[in-house]
């Protein structure tokens, strides 16, 4: 498995302690897995909720489990790495299992390099 790991550069609300939070794409030739984000967050997501992805006018939808949320549609998987390639920042809402609404940034600066060296991840 190979993949490229990102923090966020802003959490909010401040006043609520996060945890550990990434965002992730991976790869899982062994898998058949090629670049599959994944939000991973410090905390239990609200059961049945959705984590709202935007970078510039584009929104992707994720579905939960537990700490983590991957994409809805499958389908859009390419479309949001694609995004990230071309975006410069990134925002990930989620709600957590007590009902906090966070907020996160990312910087996609650089997004496009790390992704090209797990290219080839056999």
């Given at each position: 498995?190979?993949?490229?790991?990102?923090?966020?550069?802003?959490?909010?609300?401040?006043?609520?302690?996060?945890?550990?939070?990434?965002?992730?794409?991976?790869?899982?030739?062994g898998?058949?897995?090629?670049?599959?984000?994944?939000?991973?967050?410090?905390?239990?997501?609200?059961?049945?909720?959705?984590?709202?992805?935007?970078?510039?006018?584009?929104?992707?939808?994720?579905?939960?489990?537990?700490?983590?949320a991957?994409?809805?549609?499958?389908?859009?998987?390419?479309?949001l790495?694609?995004?990230?390639?071309?975006?410069?920042?990134?925002?990930?809402?989620?709600?957590?299992?007590?009902?906090?609404?966070?907020?996160?940034?990312?910087?996609?600066?650089?997004?496009?390099?790390?992704?090209?060296?797990?290219?080839?991840?056999?």
């Amino acid at each position: 498995m190979c993949y490229v790991l990102s923090v966020p550069t802003a959490k909010e609300p401040a006043s609520v302690n996060h945890g550990d939070i990434f965002f992730v794409v991976s790869q899982r030739p062994g898998q058949n897995i090629s670049y599959e984000p994944q939000a991973m967050m410090g905390y239990a997501l609200k059961e049945g909720s959705k984590v709202n992805v935007t970078i510039d006018a584009k929104n992707f939808v994720m579905f939960v489990k537990d700490s983590s949320a991957w994409v809805e549609n499958a389908a859009e998987e390419p479309a949001l790495v694609a995004a990230m390639k071309g975006g410069t920042n990134m925002t990930v809402k989620a709600t957590s299992a007590r009902g906090t609404g966070t907020n996160y940034t990312y910087s996609l600066s650089g997004i496009s390099a790390a992704l090209k060296q797990i290219e080839n991840c056999k």
